[in-house]
C-alpha cells in the first residue's frame, strides 16, 4: 500500500499534532470535528505546530463535521476524548467502513468496548500513545516529550505503522495490550487529577513525599483491581514508570490541568471513575482513586458555576 489515507477523529491537541506529523511524512489526512472553533480556524488557516518560540509549521487540511462525510479512508485513528466517544462513533458508523481499520489511541478504559460495539465492517483496535502534547488554542499545538505508540501485533496496522515511522514517531508492537492499556489507565489515574488539582506541570509530582503516598496509593488500587479482573499487567514497576514519564515531560501540563483550566469536562470517568466502578464490581476497595474522582467532579461543578 501506498501511504495510506487517514480521518482523525478529534482536532484537540494529540489529533492536530497527528494530522501535523502524518501530513508532512505524505499521508492524506482528513479531520473529523465537531468544536467550531476549532472547524473555523482549520478551514482559514490550518492546523499549526509550534516548534519553538520563533518556528512553526502549518498544514492545509481538510476538515468535516460530525454532520458532513469526509471521502473514503483506509484507517480512521480516534483521539476524541473518552466522553465524546459515543457520538464520534455513531457518526463515524454513517460512512463507509475503514477499508483497513479503526485505532484509538485514546485515554482511559472502555473506549474499544464502544467503538467495536457501534464500528462494523473493519477491524477496530486499541493502542497506547505516549506522546505528550498541548493546545495553545483552536488548531494551534505544542510537543512536548517524545512522540511514541505502541500498537497490537495485528497486520492490518503496518501500513500506518510505517507512515507514523516515517513521520518521526516511533511505533512498538506489543501481544498483551489489554495489560499495556490497563497499566497507562492507572499512570494516567496518578498523574492527571494531581496536575489537575495541584495546577502543576507532572515534572512538579517528583519528589514531593506526600503526593508520592497519594501516588502509591493510587497504583497499588489499580493494580488490586486488575489483579480481579484478571488482567495481566506489565512487569514494569508502574511507580518507577510514572518517575520516568514526569521526568521525560516535565514541563508537560497534562490534558486534564488543561481541560481544567478550560473549564472543559474532563475524562476522569473513563480513568479513576472506571478504575473505581471495576473495583467496586470485584469488591475491590478504591479509596484514593474515588477521592480523586470525586475532587475532579467538584473541581468542574465549581468552574461550571461560575
Same mark, same amino acid.
Given at each position: 500500500?501506498?501511504?495510506?489515507?487517514?480521518?482523525?477523529?478529534?482536532?484537540?491537541?494529540?489529533?492536530?499534532?497527528?494530522?501535523?506529523?502524518?501530513?508532512?511524512?505524505?499521508?492524506?489526512?482528513?479531520?473529523?470535528?465537531?468544536?467550531?472553533?476549532?472547524?473555523?480556524?482549520?478551514?482559514?488557516?490550518?492546523?499549526?505546530?509550534?516548534?519553538?518560540?520563533?518556528?512553526?509549521?502549518?498544514?492545509?487540511?481538510?476538515?468535516?463535521?460530525?454532520?458532513?462525510?469526509?471521502?473514503?479512508?483506509?484507517?480512521?485513528?480516534?483521539? $476524541? @476524548?473518552?466522553?465524546?466517544?459515543? /457520538?464520534? #462513533?455513531?457518526? &463515524?458508523?454513517?460512512?463507509?467502513?475503514?477499508? *483497513? !481499520?479503526?485505532?484509538?489511541?485514546?485515554?482511559?478504559?472502555?473506549?474499544?468496548?464502544?467503538?467495536?460495539?457501534?464500528?462494523?465492517?473493519?477491524?477496530?483496535?486499541?493502542?497506547?500513545?505516549?506522546?505528550?502534547?498541548?493546545?495553545?488554542?483552536?488548531?494551534?499545538?505544542?510537543?512536548?516529550?517524545?512522540?511514541?505508540?505502541?500498537?497490537?501485533?495485528?497486520?492490518?496496522?503496518?501500513?500506518?505503522?510505517?507512515?507514523?515511522?516515517?513521520?518521526?514517531?516511533?511505533?512498538?508492537?506489543?501481544?498483551?495490550?489489554?495489560?499495556?492499556?490497563?497499566?497507562?489507565?492507572?499512570?494516567?489515574?496518578?498523574?492527571?487529577?494531581?496536575?489537575?488539582?495541584?495546577?502543576?506541570?507532572?515534572?512538579?509530582?517528583?519528589?514531593?513525599?506526600?503526593?508520592?503516598?497519594?501516588?502509591?496509593?493510587? $497504583? @497499588?488500587?489499580?493494580?488490586?483491581? /486488575?489483579? #480481579?479482573?484478571? &488482567?495481566?499487567?506489565?512487569?514494569?514497576?508502574? *511507580? !518507577?514508570?510514572?518517575?520516568?514519564?514526569?521526568?521525560?515531560?516535565?514541563?508537560?501540563?497534562?490534558?486534564?490541568?488543561?481541560?481544567?483550566?478550560?473549564?472543559?469536562?474532563?475524562?476522569?470517568?473513563?480513568?479513576?471513575?472506571?478504575?473505581?466502578?471495576?473495583?467496586?464490581?470485584?469488591?475491590?476497595?478504591?479509596?484514593?482513586?474515588?477521592?480523586?474522582?470525586?475532587?475532579?467532579?467538584?473541581?468542574?461543578?465549581?468552574?461550571?458555576?461560575?
Amino acid at each position: 500500500m501506498n501511504n495510506p489515507t487517514v480521518l482523525i477523529a478529534g482536532a484537540g491537541a494529540l489529533g492536530s499534532l497527528f494530522a501535523v506529523l502524518l501530513n508532512r511524512a505524505g499521508g492524506m489526512v482528513y479531520l473529523l470535528e465537531d468544536w467550531p472553533a476549532a472547524v473555523d480556524r482549520i478551514r482559514s488557516k490550518g492546523v499549526t505546530l509550534l516548534i519553538d518560540e520563533n518556528a512553526s509549521t502549518s498544514i492545509e487540511v481538510p476538515v468535516f463535521t460530525l454532520q458532513e462525510d469526509p471521502p473514503p479512508f483506509d484507517y480512521c485513528l480516534i483521539l $476524541v @476524548k473518552s466522553w465524546q466517544t459515543e /457520538a464520534y #462513533a455513531r457518526a &463515524i458508523a454513517r460512512l463507509a467502513p475503514a477499508r *483497513q !481499520g479503526y485505532l484509538t489511541l485514546q485515554n482511559g478504559l472502555g473506549n474499544l468496548e464502544i467503538l467495536s460495539s457501534l464500528l462494523k465492517g473493519a477491524p477496530c483496535s486499541a493502542g497506547v500513545c505516549l506522546t505528550g502534547a498541548t493546545l495553545q488554542s483552536a488548531a494551534v499545538v505544542s510537543r512536548s516529550g517524545p512522540g511514541r505508540v505502541i500498537f497490537p501485533e495485528v497486520e492490518w496496522l503496518k501500513p500506518l505503522a510505517s507512515l507514523m515511522t516515517k513521520s518521526g514517531i516511533q511505533v512498538e508492537w506489543e501481544v498483551n495490550l489489554p495489560g499495556l492499556l490497563w497499566q497507562k489507565a492507572i499512570v494516567n489515574a496518578a498523574i492527571n487529577p494531581l496536575t489537575a488539582l495541584l495546577k502543576v506541570p507532572n515534572g512538579a509530582l517528583k519528589d514531593n513525599l506526600a503526593v508520592g503516598e497519594i501516588i502509591k496509593q493510587v $497504583v @497499588k488500587e489499580g493494580e488490586s483491581a /486488575a489483579r #480481579a479482573a484478571h &488482567i495481566q499487567l506489565p512487569d514494569k514497576d508502574i *511507580q !518507577g514508570l510514572i518517575e520516568e514519564i514526569c521526568t521525560a515531560t516535565s514541563e508537560n501540563r497534562s490534558s486534564m490541568l488543561q481541560d481544567l483550566d478550560r473549564g472543559r469536562r474532563t475524562e476522569i470517568d473513563a480513568i479513576n471513575g472506571y478504575l473505581v466502578r471495576i473495583g467496586k464490581s470485584l469488591g475491590v476497595e478504591m479509596h484514593y482513586n474515588r477521592l480523586l474522582w470525586q475532587l475532579i467532579q467538584a473541581a468542574v461543578n465549581f468552574q461550571q458555576r461560575g
